[in-house]
């Protein structure tokens, strides 16, 4: 996050639009999950502050928001927080399987 001085969610956000790949951005010392945040005062990148353990609930509370919290109350206004972006590789009931936009359910065996 030093080396590109933006919010750890724009690596993550690149990743889950198809613009890069996780290990592209693994390689490059980055870590494509949102907690890491730039510290900026008077507009002047000062250095970064990271959060995590928490699950996050997007739009409600995360990791981010936390930190993001956190830096408005000591040092001020901070640049407002990237969009959280659908994650296409979550595994929910419509994609049950593993297969990215669908799957079918599971064949179940006779009794």
Do not use: H
Not at 27 to 56: K, R, S
């Amino acid at each position: 996050m030093l080396n590109t001085r933006a919010p750890s969610k724009a690596q993550m956000n690149a990743v889950r639009t198809g613009a890069t790949s996780e290990s592209r951005v693994i390689w490059q010392g980055n870590f494509a999950n949102a907690g890491g945040l730039p510290i900026v005062v008077d507009g002047q990148f000062l250095g970064a502050i990271g959060v995590g353990g928490m699950a996050a609930q997007p739009g409600v509370w995360s990791d981010e928001i936390c930190g993001y919290n956190a830096l408005t109350a000591v040092l001020g206004p901070q640049p407002a927080l990237l969009p959280d972006l659908p994650n296409p590789y979550a595994i929910t009931n419509n994609n049950a399987g593993g297969r990215a936009g669908g799957g079918r359910p599971p064949t179940q065996l006779p009794q």
